[in-house]
C-alpha cells in the first residue's frame, strides 16, 4: 500500500497525528532492563505494544541503531517488522548523495530494512534524488527547516530575496511523494514553509524534549486537509525509568495525542 494511503487509514483508525520518535539510548534504558545491546529490541517491543494504537506512524532514526554496531542492524530491522503492518514507518537516515550511491540507499531502506519512508538530505540537489521517488509506493521527507540551532548557518542565508530554506522547498513542491521535514523550534517561520504549498505533508519533530510550540507547528505546519506528523521522541520514550516505562509512554503518548486534537479542533 501507498505510504499516504497506509498514513491517511492510520491518523484515521487511531484518530492521532502524533509519530513516534524510537531513538533508542543504551544509556538511557530504564533501570528494570540490562544495558545491554538485547535490551534495546525489548524495550522497543514494549513502547510499541503500549502506544501503536495511538499514533500514526513511528520513526526510527538509523544513528541510534548504527552506534550499536552490526546487531544494531539487526535490532533496526527486527524493530521495523514488530510494528503493525498497518503503521507507516519513517526511517530517518538524512540520507542524500550522488544518484548511484542513492539508488543503494534507497534499496537498504525501502527493500532490505522495509520502511515505508525515509527522510533526505537536499544539498547534492534535486535530481539525485530520483532513486529514492521512483519508488511509488514509499515517500520521501525533505529537510527543510531543521530544529537544531545549526539552521541559521546556511537555511537563512538570503537567497534571491529569500531565504535559502524557501527555496530549497520551492524546488521540491512539484514532486509528489515527497514531504518537508520543518523543525516545531521554528516556530512562526514554519509559516513560510506552508506558503510554498498548502498540501505538502510537514513531518514536524522538536516537540517535547527540544521544547517547539505545538501550538505553532500545528497552527502553521497543517496542510489543508489539517494534517501534519508531529514527531515526539525522548519525552515519551523516557517517560519514566523504571519498570512501568511502557505504560508510562502510553500515557504521555494518549496526552500528546489529546493535546494535539485539541489544538487542531480550534484551528
Ligand atoms: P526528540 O527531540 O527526542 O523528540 O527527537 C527528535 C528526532 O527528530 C530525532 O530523531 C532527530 O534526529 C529528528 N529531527 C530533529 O530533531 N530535528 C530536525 O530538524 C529534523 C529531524 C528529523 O529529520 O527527524
Redesign the pocket.
Known sequence: MRFIQKLKKAIAKNNSLLCI?L?PDLKKLPNSLTKSIDSVLEFNRRIIEATHNFICAY?L?S??YEALGPKGFEILKATIELIPKDIPVIL?S?RGDIDSSNEMYARSAFIEFGADSI?VNPYLGVEPLKPFTKFRDKFI?V?I????PG?FDFQYVKCKGKFLFQRVSEKFVNLSNVGF???ATRGKDIKLVREVSDEKLF?I??????KGSLELALKYGVNKDKVALI?????I?YASNSSDFAQKAKEKAIEFKEKINKILAQL
Open positions: 520518535g531513538d520513526k532514526n544513528a541510534f530517518d538524512k527522510t521527507f529537510l527547516l531543521t530544529s537544531n539552521a521535514v520543518v523543525g513531518l519533530p522538536g516537540i517535547g524534549a527540544q514527531n515526539v521522541g525522548r519525552a520514550i
